[in-house]
């Protein structure tokens, strides 16, 4: 079974804090991703990455930032966190089969990360 | 204008009924369908996924594509209370590598 590992699954921070999510994937993933899910407005993307030390910014990406410097390893930066990015994150991760895009695996998700800033 | 689109519900069936949830999309050129089932304060887990048009079955759950209609849904037969949960459909568009999902409806199923 593919695991997806966030490192907390609660924390409380302050604002202007730096803060560090991490998320691990056992089962060499190429593709991993950063959501956000909060009441009414469904999972939205943060960032997304195709291969180490590669990022695409997905639709909400601002006041993030992201890292992935090995493969099984994909990091979202909270630069100076606001009140307004309380939360809870999720991070997935899925494998390209096939030529293209069209066949990618489907998202493997983690237990998630509850994110309050005060 | 939202590119994957489910009624919010929140939607109730009795035990044993047939709960329909529907999704549309926008982009014709969408490949891949999927369907994932999140309960309350846990992570979204993968039920279905469908490429092709037409019924694919697993189980008590099946998914139907119509990509000239643009239009997916899940049947869920011989519903249970576990099947309690919000049901998310996702959407792999032609030109993107990454997943738009929909909004969510609430599914209650009541004993």
């Known amino acids: 079974d593919v695991k997806v590992t966030q490192s907390s699954r609660y924390l409380v921070k302050r604002t202007g804090e730096k803060v560090f999510l991490e998320c691990v994937q056992d089962m060499d993933h190429e593709n991993m991703f950063w959501y956000r899910q909060d009441p009414g407005l469904g999972l939205r993307l943060i960032y997304f990455?195709?291969?180490?030390?590669?990022?695409e910014k997905g639709d909400i990406p601002e006041g993030y930032s992201v890292s992935r410097e090995k493969k099984e390893r994909f990091s979202l930066i909270l630069e100076s966190a606001s009140t307004n990015q309380t939360s809870m994150y999720l991070c997935a991760s899925s494998f390209t089969h096939g030529r293209g895009n069209s066949y990618n695996s489907p998202l493997h998700f983690g237990n998630g990360t509850r994110l309050t800033v005060t | 204008q939202k590119e994957v689109e489910q009624n919010s519900g929140p939607l109730s069936v009795p035990e044993g009924a047939i709960a329909s949830l529907n999704c549309t999309y926008s982009?014709?050129?969408?490949?891949?369908f999927f369907w994932y089932r999140q309960y309350s304060g846990k992570s979204p887990e993968l039920i279905m996924f469908?490429?092709?048009?037409g019924d694919k079955e697993d189980g008590r759950f099946t998914a139907q594509l119509n990509k000239a209609s643009q239009y997916v849904s899940l049947l869920i037969r011989d519903s249970q209370p576990s099947d309690s949960a919000t049901y998310l459909c996702a959407v792999l568009s032609g030109s993107a590598r990454q997943l738009t999902f929909g909004s969510g409806t609430q599914l209650t199923v009541l004993p």
């Open positions: 982009d014709r050129g969408s490949q891949s």
């Open positions: 990455s195709y291969d180490v030390k590669m990022k």
């Open positions: 469908i490429y092709s048009n």
